[in-house]
């Protein structure tokens, strides 16, 4: 970038009386570096979205209109898909969130060495949705690892009596892979947010009369809070439109949205996708909504949007 | 600030009041941590176990626990596939690679801005510009796929670098903004203050600097990239390689083997990439005199 003589000068003399305050010379507004980005983000989601809603809107189709919403509201599937990502997305992320909390507190109770050593957990963040799919089938289906330990321990007598994970929609299959998943992530959330915790707030605790139970209560949790509530949101919303792992679970009926549309975008002919777009318009929006509720607003929006950062909590 | 007080303060601090009010140290708890440690590990690495036992298997009738036999089948053909392996991961490498490096180039002047501008009020734009990182693929991978059809990019390496960037940089910016907030901009300040340019002072400075983040956002984001099955197959349409997409016809087989191998293949990829990335970090922030 070219500058001119004047502010250089300017540049030197303010270099002299604080060589690294802030940039003299060539200013832009502080903010206009996240230009190009805020451009290339909104510019996708928005082109995105709106070619979305035209295709809902059936432009550029044989018959245009709004029919496709109509149907959308009236439809026993919209709501069957709606109700299904929204009930799978729910448990797999309240219950990484609640296995998290204990795991996260004894991995912060460990020694360095051992610590070290339980950085194990972490293997299962780096496993691809797709194989961690795969080590649900060979774990969870009815002759899979953990049916044959049963059978041969003779707990129950054979694989027909035990229950079937990928039975209506793989409901119980898609969340379990998504608990081994999402469960490790919400571990390393909650122990870096632990490491800010002052020990000294529990320890006096301790000291004044509070046994373990009211240390967690009263000091432990609200701590978490803000993290578990943006990792719970995290999870909640992935989980709400995922693919991989309802493609390699699911059994089709009911199916999650990401499948559902799927099928009605591109496995169908193309009268079924106005309503495929229209339930993926409504579901973006939610989805944006529901994200920027959990980050963009609200008064520990700082600590939330930390934990999006991956950092922890900066009340902490 | 908090922080100053738990990070040196509070160690400090915590053995004698540790010692006072709890059985921390006790013999009693050093075994229960020494028992939950071990379960611990059984848990998280028994999946990884299961996936090694599988892929030496031969014969495993239900209900057995273990095969009935042994067999090297699935590796002996692995290494038949080498090519198309090679071929598969060198595409998903390259595609991976290609959108860290424009989610980095995007990502760097934002988060310095990010950080530089401060307050509350870019909160917001803060929180719109991450938004991408929870938002569910399927909630914009149609569309996108509509717009680089519509813009002839149907099915292509840039349409899927670009959705592929579109869904990872805001790991990169978050890695950024966090080590922006450690440094500070001052040292990118100082050196335009002492005449340098903008790219000398990013390639001398700032991204120096910054390695250690950069390095951190860029493992996540190449590990998304390279982990994603559903951006890369609907916006590649088939045509571009990719090793998720040669894995998946194998998890989908009734042969538990292979898909146990190629998984295992897979996991070991990334983690041998991030271990020569530290090492090469480590090499580069000792030669140049820098805390890594």
């Known amino acids: ?316 | 600030m908090r922080r100053r007080g738990s990070r040196t303060g509070g160690a400090e601090y915590r053995r004698p009041g540790v010692r006072a009010v709890s059985e921390a140290g006790t013999k009693g708890a050093a075994l229960s941590r020494a028992v939950g440690l071990a379960l611990w590990v059984l848990v998280f690495a028994l999946p990884l176990a299961v996936l090694g036992i599988a892929s030496f298997a031969g014969r495993w009738p239900f209900p057995r626990v273990l095969p009935a036999t042994w067999s090297f089948r699935a590796w002996a053909y692995a290494a038949s596939s080498a090519p198309r392996i090679a071929a598969s991961l060198a595409s998903s490498t390259a595609y991976s690679l290609a959108a860290v490096l424009l989610g980095a180039a995007l990502s760097l002047p934002a988060a310095r801005s990010l950080v530089r501008s401060g307050g509350a009020r870019n909160g917001s734009l803060e929180a719109l510009l991450l938004l991408p990182a929870v938002l569910p693929p399927a909630s914009y991978a149609f569309g996108l796929n509509r717009l680089f059809l519509a813009a002839g990019l149907g099915s292509s390496w840039p349409a899927v670098v670009m959705a592929l960037t579109f869904a990872s940089y805001p790991y990169l910016l978050r890695a950024l903004i966090s080590g922006y907030r450690h440094t500070g901009t001052a040292f990118g300040d100082c050196a335009r203050n002492l005449g340098a340019g903008p790219v000398r002072t990013w390639l001398a400075v700032e991204i120096p600097v910054l390695l250690p983040a950069l390095a951190a956002g860029g493992s996540v984001a190449f590990l998304v990239c390279f982990s994603d099955y559903f951006l890369v197959f609907l916006t590649g349409g088939g045509r571009v390689d990719s090793f998720t997409g040669f894995l998946a016809p194998f998890l989908a087989s009734s042969d538990r083997s292979l898909g146990a191998a190629f998984s295992l293949l897979f996991l070991a990829l990334p983690l041998a990439g991030f271990g020569v990335l530290e090492a090469f970090l480590r090499a580069f922030h000792t030669r140049r005199g820098m805390d890594s």
Request: glycine fraction near 12%; proline fraction near 7%.
């Open chain 1, 1 to 316: 970038m070219e500058r001119s003589e004047a502010p250089r000068a300017e540049s030197v003399t303010a270099a002299t009386r604080q060589p690294c305050g802030p940039v003299r010379f060539g200013t832009a507004h502080p903010a206009a570096g996240a230009a190009p980005l805020a451009l290339f983000s909104a510019g996708l989601l928005a082109a995105g979205f709106l070619a979305t809603l035209a295709d809902s809107f059936g432009l550029g189709g044989p018959s245009p209109g709004a029919a496709a919403w109509g149907d959308l509201v009236r439809s026993a599937w919209t709501w069957r898909s709606l109700g299904f990502s929204a009930a799978v997305a729910a448990a797999s992320s309240l219950v990484s969130v609640t296995l998290a909390v204990p795991l996260a507190l004894f991995l912060h109770g460990l020694p360095r060495g051992q610590a070290s050593l339980a950085g194990i957990y972490k293997t299962a963040v780096v496993l691809p949705h797709l194989a961690v799919g795969y080590l649900a089938v060979l774990l969870f289906s009815r002759t899979g690892l953990i049916g044959a330990a049963l059978v041969s321990a003779g707990l129950v007598p054979g694989f027909e009596a035990l229950p079937d994970p990928f039975a209506g929609g793989g409901g119980p299959a898609i969340v379990l892979a998504y608990v081994f998943k999402e469960t490790p992530y919400a571990v390393l959330m909650l122990h870096a947010s632990l490491r800010k915790l002052d020990p000294r707030l529990a320890e006096t605790a301790r000291m004044l009369g509070a046994d373990r139970g009211a240390v967690f209560r009263g000091i432990v949790l609200p701590h978490l809070a803000p993290t578990l509530t943006a990792v719970a949101a995290i999870l909640f919303l992935y989980t709400f439109g995922a693919f991989d792992l309802p493609w390699v679970l699911g059994s089709g009926d009911p199916a999650m949205l990401g499948i559902e549309v799927y099928g009605r975008y591109f496995l169908r002919d193309l009268s079924a996708r106005p309503r495929a777009a229209a339930l993926l318009s409504t579901a973006g929006i939610l989805s944006f909504l529901a994200a920027f509720a959990v980050f963009g607003a609200g008064r520990s929006r700082e600590d939330r949007l930390a934990a999006l950062r991956g950092e922890p909590g900066a009340s902490g």
